[in-house]
């Protein structure tokens, strides 16, 4: 299959399935559309091998094509997504807990899976007027400056952390922690807690508490948040702890955690 469609190309010794992965691999958040020429220019693909593949994915319905010519990802994926234990299911049982926890604070709450060294948001439900936050469904968040990323990163092994901490930690406010040293003790606190509380690590003027959700064999499955512009966010503990647990007994975790 390779052939001669790859023997005089840039992409020579890429396999087919990496080729496709690429293809999928060039959307993002800040590029959900892309035109056929972009798609090569961002994975380095032959218009030839390119346009073939871009077909394919098109015809099984991991791309959709739209009236402009230009491409995003297809309901396909998003069918296939909801199949991990970590996105739907997880999603339908916590959605009512998010619920009851959102109209108790009025404040943002969401859900967060760890997804290699990121914490993946797979599930919000936003204030109106409440602070602005930059994080959304299908979002990412980094692990040592967001609430729920703490709590995933301090409940993962040590090899993460390496990971985590090994190209260094970026600053996107003046209070994130960008030393490993304290990144370290924070995580050990947030064990010995239960809780994570962040303030303004991730952007100006937000606050979050995050606490964890549990499975049935006591893993860490999944953070639960808040957040908002107070201050004052560690009197919400209470409140999202609670609903920790109650998302994590939906999952047979047991009562106390």
Same mark, same amino acid.
């Given at each position: +299959?390779?052939?001669?469609?790859? =023997?005089?190309?840039?992409?020579?010794?890429?396999?087919?399935?990496?080729?496709?992965? &690429?293809?999928?691999?060039?959307?993002?958040?800040?590029?959900?559309?892309?035109?056929?020429?972009?798609? $090569?220019?961002?994975?380095?693909?032959?218009?030839?091998? =390119?346009?073939?593949?871009? @077909?394919?994915?098109?015809?099984?319905?991991?791309?959709?094509? %739209?009236?402009?010519?230009?491409?995003?990802? @297809?309901?396909?994926?998003?069918?296939?997504?909801?199949?991990?234990? *970590?996105?739907?299911?997880?999603?339908?049982?916590? +959605?009512?807990?998010?619920?009851? %926890?959102?109209? /108790?604070?009025?404040?943002?709450?969401?859900?967060?899976? %760890?997804?290699?060294?990121? &914490?993946?948001?797979?599930?919000?439900?936003?204030?109106?007027?409440?602070?602005?936050?930059?994080?959304?469904? @299908?979002?990412?968040?980094?692990?040592?400056?967001?609430?729920?990323?703490?709590?995933?990163?301090? !409940?993962?092994?040590?090899?993460?952390?390496?990971?985590?901490?090994?190209?260094?930690?970026?600053?996107?406010?003046? *209070?994130?922690?960008?030393?490993?040293?304290?990144?370290?003790?924070?995580?050990?606190?947030? *064990?010995?807690?239960?809780?994570?509380?962040?303030?303004?690590? +991730?952007?100006?003027?937000?606050?979050?508490?995050?606490?964890?959700?549990?499975?049935?064999?006591?893993?860490?499955?999944?953070?639960?948040?808040?957040? $908002?512009?107070?201050?004052?966010? !560690?009197?919400?503990?209470?409140?999202?702890?609670?609903?920790?647990?109650?998302?994590? *007994?939906?999952?047979? =975790?047991? /009562?106390?955690?």
């Amino acid at each position: +299959m390779k052939g001669a469609d790859t =023997a005089n190309s840039s992409d020579r010794g890429r396999t087919v399935t990496s080729r496709a992965l &690429a293809v999928l691999g060039a959307f993002t958040e800040g590029r959900p559309e892309l035109t056929l020429a972009q798609i $090569c220019r961002l994975t380095g693909l032959r218009h030839a091998t =390119a346009h073939r593949l871009v @077909g394919e994915l098109t015809a099984w319905g991991a791309l959709e094509r %739209l009236p402009s010519g230009a491409y995003v990802i @297809g309901l396909r994926l998003w069918e296939l997504g909801t199949l991990n234990p *970590r996105g739907l299911p997880l999603r339908v049982r916590a +959605m009512p807990i998010m619920e009851d %926890l959102h109209a /108790a604070t009025r404040q943002h709450v969401q859900l967060a899976v %760890l997804d290699g060294t990121d &914490a993946l948001v797979v599930e919000r439900i936003s204030a109106a007027g409440a602070v602005s936050v930059v994080s959304q469904v @299908g979002g990412r968040l980094p692990l040592h400056a967001s609430a729920v990323g703490q709590v995933l990163l301090a !409940h993962a092994g040590e090899e993460l952390f390496t990971d985590v901490v090994r190209n260094g930690l970026a600053r996107f406010t003046p *209070r994130t922690i960008t030393d490993p040293a304290t990144l370290r003790l924070a995580l050990a606190e947030c *064990r010995r807690t239960g809780v994570a509380v962040v303030r303004e690590e +991730m952007s100006p003027d937000a606050h979050s508490v995050a606490a964890p959700v549990t499975d049935s064999k006591d893993r860490v499955v999944a953070a639960l948040s808040v957040v $908002c512009a107070d201050a004052r966010t !560690h009197l919400l503990v209470p409140a999202v702890v609670l609903a920790g647990r109650g998302i994590s *007994r939906s999952l047979g =975790a047991d /009562a106390v955690l």
